[in-house]
């Protein structure tokens, strides 16, 4: 709102924010509760990272196993979901046909289907991908149907006015005017994803981040526990960034309408 | 002479109810409009106005009498576009810019090169060389109603509807826009359909006022405007357009009562 004053002082903000965080949790953990099997102090977790990363290089092979199955869930449930979606919203018989399904499935905590997608598809990639799909698809495939029903009527007039045919419409009108919805729904879903990864981890992986704290938990590692958390909040804050770029790159015309608080 | 380019014959339009009779919108109304005319068209609020511009471009089926165009019946799946609709609400696209919201109905009828050099002709008649790259958000309502205006000429249709295009826009802007429709409408010898329930605009604006009568909407009598062109707002001030605003407002007020009045709208 103030321009560069509000930028400025909103940055210093958060970065203060970050580092009385940080204060407390290592005043906690070395002062007030010494024990290294419940806490640890950030700096601990910090040189774990570093030597997990730099030394032994031992954090890698989980970084990439888990970012390979979010990136495939995910990758699934875009491709999936968004014309899910346009065909939910277009179609009242499709949309009869799959919303029981997907209202099922939706409130269904994941966590329960685990074991049995685990079952079907196998202890290798497949199962995971499929739990971090059935995590993904739904914000995604729910924003689409939701855009592409509450399109302005005075943009669709306006496309009979002109005569437009039926894939113009789609294409010029109700697809555009969709992608923000489209797009809110993907953020939603890194969140998901992400918890997809956790879980499907757990359940019977030898690696990845979701068993490098499983395994540390077990083990009383909390070094290495920590180190698994912060790697897991990077790779969501990594796709948020990315997803941000995307969104300003897909809607330019929306920068300026945005409300700024 | 030449005929009408539009022409309308006992043009009725009913909703069904179930139980009751239908709810009649307008009925039996007869117009020509010949070309290069401005015809107005004003009434009181719900008097049906509205709905018939709509009905003409096909956006309502009516339900019974004829539109014809040019002595032709047009059909809603015809791909020439006949008819050009500006909206009352600018109703532009937000995600495309002046120049893309006026090749809207340019695309796949031009070859694309033409198109662009129609739809930049088209946004300087109107006043906005040099917004061609500007968002809907980043311009003012009057500047919006500008680009809307350009976007249903650049079609080069046989006639403009106009649904009350200024209704939204200060009274600043409003006189302002009136005498760049009077300019462009001058430039491109358009023949036009105005629907306004500010009288004083379609008489500075038209040939020929027509007022409606309330709900059901009929014709109940139309006006010559005797001023010559090209107007500019000292017209308002003309004794001959202050006796023709103050005959349409009697009737625009008989028409209100006998509907049960003002606060029965």
New interface residues.
Partial sequence: MNGRFHDYSSTILKGGSILAGLLLWHLLSEYFIRDTTFIVSPLVVVKTAYDMLFVTGELYPHIFASAWIFFYGFLLAIVIGVPAGFLMALSPVVRDYVSPWMMTLYTTPRIAFAPVLLLWFGIGGGAKVAIVFLGCVFPILINSFYGMRVVNRDYVELARSFRLRSWALFLKILLPASVPFILAGIRLAVGRGLTGVAIAEWFGATEGLGYLIFFAGQTLNIPTLFVGITAFAALGILSFEVLRRIENYATPWRNGLEVRD | MAGPVLELRNLSKEIPRADRDPFIIFRNINLSVQEGEFVSIVGPSGCGKTTMLRVI???LPHTSGEIFIDGKAPK?T??E?L?G?V?Q?A?L?????SLKNVL??L??RNHSQEAQRVAQKYLELVGLSGFENH?P??LSGGMQQRVNLARALA?DPRILLMDEPFAALDAQTRNFMQLELLRIWAQTKKTVVFVTHMIAEAILLSDRVIVFSHRPGTVRSEFKVPLPRPRSMEVKADSRFLELENVVWKQIEEEVNASGGFTQM
């Fill in positions: 471009n096909g956006l809603v015809d791909n576009l008819m609709f909206f609400g109703s696209l937000p995600w495309r810019t809207l109905g695309e796949g968002y958000h980043e079609v």
